[in-house]
């Protein structure tokens, strides 16, 4: 019955989405048209340095307590790594009302600021996957008014004014700018297919001014949307174009490619580290669910 249920819901969704007002959904397309900037990015005279940051964890459960791993970096196109962070050890107690893996993804985010501040004094451009807003803006609703809230703000404003820190969003729902039903990178995506760009608008979070773009590096992928947590002008946009258009792969920086690869946390690994600790004979929640 609930396998029916699903597919019977998946099949009301797919309708609905169809269902979306055509007239409506063909002036969207236009206005991402309008809004679009065609842009060839140009050769540069240097070589700059670029650092793509990262983290990746796991989590192990036991009765009564639970363990976590949490590798982060930044990672240069040689793939050396600058500013490593490891931690293996117990889930923090003052962060006991939140879910373990909320819990863990805020401890993540806290170390890729950290990296990210001390990464863009030596480079170039720093680029950190995900969206910097709505990290800003899940840590004000999950923390607010917690003892883990100031220390989350210091290390988010550590990078205020950063020019040359850019958060990288392959997915994205925000749709501020177009206001349509779905988010702005789909509307984009389906209305352009070249190289180029469209400016956002400028918000605030938790005291930051974020600016916002979106930018397509390679004719045909999909755009991308990038937050630099200082002022951010058409120049600015180009200037990052041009650095990373030759440094990315199928319209994604090479940069995040290989920090992703690199923080990676297995499974395999997560086993080792708990078989080193000596948790491997512990009874674990799961065990009731494999008999």
């Known amino acids: 019955m609930m396998l029916e249920e699903l597919f019977s819901k998946a099949q009301a969704l797919g309708e609905r989405l169809a269902r979306m007002g055509r007239e409506d959904f063909l002036e969207l397309l236009e206005r991402a048209r309008r809004l679009w900037v065609p842009y060839e990015p140009r050769p540069i005279d240097s070589e700059p340095d670029v650092l793509g940051v990262d983290s990746s964890w796991s989590i192990a459960y036991y009765d009564g307590f639970y363990v976590y791993a949490l590798r982060a970096a930044a990672v240069d196109e040689a793939q050396e790594v600058h500013h490593p962070v490891v931690e293996f050890d117990l889930m923090p107690k003052d962060m006991g009302i939140l879910t373990p893996e909320i819990a863990v993804k805020l401890i993540a985010e806290n170390a890729e600021h950290y990296i990210a501040e001390l990464a863009s004094r030596e480079a170039d451009l720093v680029l950190v996957d995900g969206s910097l807003i709505a990290r800003l803006t899940s840590a004000e609703d999950i923390l607010r008014g917690g003892p883990r809230y100031a ?3 210091s290390l988010a404003r550590s990078i205020m004014g950063r020019e040359n820190v850019v958060f990288v969003s392959k997915y994205s729902q925000d749709s501020s700018l177009l206001n349509g039903d779905l988010g702005d990178i789909y509307y984009f995506r389906v209305a352009t297919e070249e190289r180029g760009y469209s400016l956002g608008p400028r918000v605030a979070r938790a005291g930051i001014p974020i600016a916002t773009a979106y930018i397509r590096l390679a004719d045909h992928m999909s755009p991308l949307k990038v937050e630099v947590p200082a002022e951010l002008g058409e120049d600015h946009v180009r200037r990052l174009m041009d650095v990373l258009a030759p440094r990315s792969v199928r ?11 690199t923080v990676v946390v297995s499974n395999r690994l997560m086993d080792m580290l708990c078989k080193t600790a000596g948790l491997t004979g512990l009874p674990h929640p799961r065990e009731v669910l494999e008999v």
């Open 151 to 153: 220390e989350y703000l």
């Open 251 to 261: 319209g994604y920086p090479y940069a995040l490619i290989l920090a992703h690869r």
